[in-house]
């Protein structure tokens, strides 16, 4: 009895998971493809933001290429590659004051530090603090913190130490922390900029919080951008917390434009902030950007549970 019940759940069980697992791959990779060719078709509308979505697909995937589907992942691999491109001389001719700051981030190899999926949860016993400072994220002063990781000018410090010394910091202020903390690991200034895996640990926990309260709060249109931020990070990090739930997919899914491929929302006006750019038919740069970054990281979970 204990055997028939036995294949019983193999056989109802398994091609359940097995299907569904297939399915969400190449709904992934579809996805990403028309996000992807929404941004080819429209470089002239975007900002250099949208390349970092670009270069983390390129760079992050490509060691997957060499696995099961990997036909499909090459020529994802390989599109990404194009668009990067496209932007990044469409970026130098409209904003070259900003492309000479920053255009670091879109070269080959500045994403592909590829760290293994795993659970990190209760690694450490400490209690998450999920207090806010009140400071606000100043753009300039990140776009100075990342200037002077991604040239090595490791004298010019103030601004990385303003910003990542802040215990506190919440949203976009602790994303742009990871983001920090990535790109210093291949800076010529990580000496200064190391952290302790402790405190890696609790900044990454403090994300993974506020990213289950985005999902409690069933994901309000004003934390769509943030939260696919999050899920983009969580992956880059290799953290299997973020990508547990089906339903945070699906919902990645279902927020891109169904005609255009790119990601926006019509009923929210956002102005004087540089990095966002509203596009034509509602689309907003950097959200589509960020979803793509996500939809990457979602790929490379599922494409890594296959190896
Ligand atoms: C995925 O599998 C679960 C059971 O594991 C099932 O309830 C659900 O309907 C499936 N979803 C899809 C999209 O096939
Ligand atoms: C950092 O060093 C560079 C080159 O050595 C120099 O040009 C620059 O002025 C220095 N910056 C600061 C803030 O000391
Ligand atoms: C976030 O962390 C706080 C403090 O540990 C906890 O009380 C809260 O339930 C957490 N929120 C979620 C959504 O898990
Ligand atoms: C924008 O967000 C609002 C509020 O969540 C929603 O009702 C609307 O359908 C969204 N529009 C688009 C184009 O996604």
């Keep these: 009895m204990i055997l028939i019940l036995h294949w019983y759940f193999i056989f109802t069980l398994i091609p359940l998971v097995l299907c569904n697992h297939t399915i969400t ?26 390349g970092i979505g670009t270069r983390i697909v390129a760079d992050q995937l490509r060691p997957y290429i060499i696995y099961k589907q990997g036909k499909l992942v090459k020529k994802l691999v390989d599109l ?18 900003y492309y000479k700051q920053l255009s670091f981030l ?11 999926f795993q659970f990190h949860r209760n690694k450490y016993k ?9 400071s606000i994220f100043f753009e300039k002063l990140s776009d100075q913190c990342l200037h002077t990781l991604g040239y090595g000018k490791c004298n010019e410090t103030e601004s990385c130490m ?12 602790l994303t742009h922390q990871i983001l920090y903390s990535i790109i210093a690991k ?28 985005i999902a409690r709060k069933n994901f309000l249109e004003i934390d769509r951008d943030l939260f696919m931020e999050q899920i983009a990070l969580g992956g880059l990090v290799g953290w299997n917390e973020f990508f547990q739930d089906i339903n945070w997919f ?7 434009h169904p005609i255009e491929g790119c990601y926006g929302n019509d009923t929210i006006r956002i102005i004087n902030k540089r990095e966002e750019m509203q596009m034509l ?27």
């Design 250 to 256: 699906n919902k990645i899914i279902s927020w891109q």
């Design 25 to 50: 791959t190449n709904q992934i990779i579809n996805t990403l493809t028309r996000a992807l060719k929404f941004f080819s078709l429209h470089t002239d509308q975007v900002n250099l933001d949208a």
């Design 186 to 213: 291949k800076s010529l200034c990580y000496y200064q900029y190391r952290l302790s895996s402790l405190d890696e640990y609790q900044m990454i926990s403090r994300m993974f919080n506020e990213s289950q309260t």
């Design 80 to 97: 990404s590659e194009y668009v990067t491109w496209q932007i990044s001389q469409s970026v130098r001719k409209r904003q070259s004051n």
């Design 126 to 134: 400490i209690n998450i603090e999920t207090k806010c400072s009140s």
């Design 162 to 173: 303003i910003l990542m010394n802040d215990p506190y910091a919440c949203r976009y202020s």
């Design 281 to 307: 038919h509602h689309c907003l740069s950097h959200r589509t950007s960020v979803a793509i970054a996500a939809l990457s990281q979602i790929l490379r979970y599922l494409l890594s549970r296959d190896i």
């Design 106 to 116: 879109l070269m080959p190899g500045t994403f592909s530090n590829i760290v293994p």
